[in-house]
């Protein structure tokens, strides 16, 4: 089951700057070899489930690791099974309707 | 790692009314034994990490078994290292500083 | 536009525990006199789009005059115009789902 | 209230296929003249608390006149006090810190 997730991890009780967390999460998704693209609210990675997955709670432990004592993650997960669908077709998809009158 | 997630999928392509999936999705999360609370806008679950995600996977996988061509999920997801935390015990929380002044 | 939302703010930069705020927003929500329930990882509220979104943004302006110097919030957001439905028939809807057969 | 949001709007009972309902959103964003940047899972927009929001609002109105009888969106909120942050901020402070050893 492949899937597409948005993932924004937010460690708490480490003040209020968290751009070293957020970067070490960066670190842990690229060392997985699977496809992200960041934003300015979270990361887009997309491959098998379990990989993916995997690759979040890596995160988790990661930032605990760090001195994270709590960390409270927001995750949005498609999947689909009628065809296959990457990060970048859904952005093409929109981008040809919005070209279209 | 003890997990507190709040779940909630979004089956697409299945119509408007999602009564019949998500009721799905709740015997899925019966039969795995973990603790879980049902509100009207997700369920929260909790448990070790791999299997509650376990769950969140068996729930994708059943309801494309229904025939939903496509899942969106939105799942929080809260973990902790300083100490053991249970669903009723952030409601608790909570209701306790509501009584105090 | 009745909208049914579930609600979660986090404050960032107070240290681990967070109850105090989340029970200041509880007393934001029962202020407005919306129907709201809390649960383990938020709080669903139904009513008046622009009445609900005050909420949220009530609860903003209170957790940062309690001090906290930034917050993210977890906000799904419901609409439908089909028919008019409440908190409990979502609840309901699930559980006559589970019951037949 | 300086906030920037990542919104994704699901739209139901209008079949498997979402983009036309999106591109329908971005137009809406669009016309607002607020910052904003697509990404693979909805998009981050930033702006004045009550601007944003009304995007958001309107968004909503928008997908009903197309048809969708019901709509579930998925909201992330920031807002800060301490300081002043917008959208390429959050990147670029990721990406200082992947940069440093």
Known sequence: MH????????PLGVGVSVGEHVAAC?????ASG??????????NIEGPWDDVMAVVKACHQR????GAPRI???????????REQHMDD??????RHLQSP
Chains 1, 2, 3, 4 share one sequence.
């Open 34 to 43: 699977l496809e992200y693209r960041m934003h300015a609210y979270g990361t």
């Open 63 to 66: 930032v605990h690791e760090m």
């Open 3 to 10: 899937v597409i997730v948005d993932l924004c991890v937010v």
């Open 72 to 82: 409270t993650t927001t995750l949005k997960v498609g999947t689909r099974t009628d």
């Open 26 to 30: 960066q670190r842990v998704i690229e």
């Open 90 to 95: 859904k952005v093409a998809s929109v981008e």
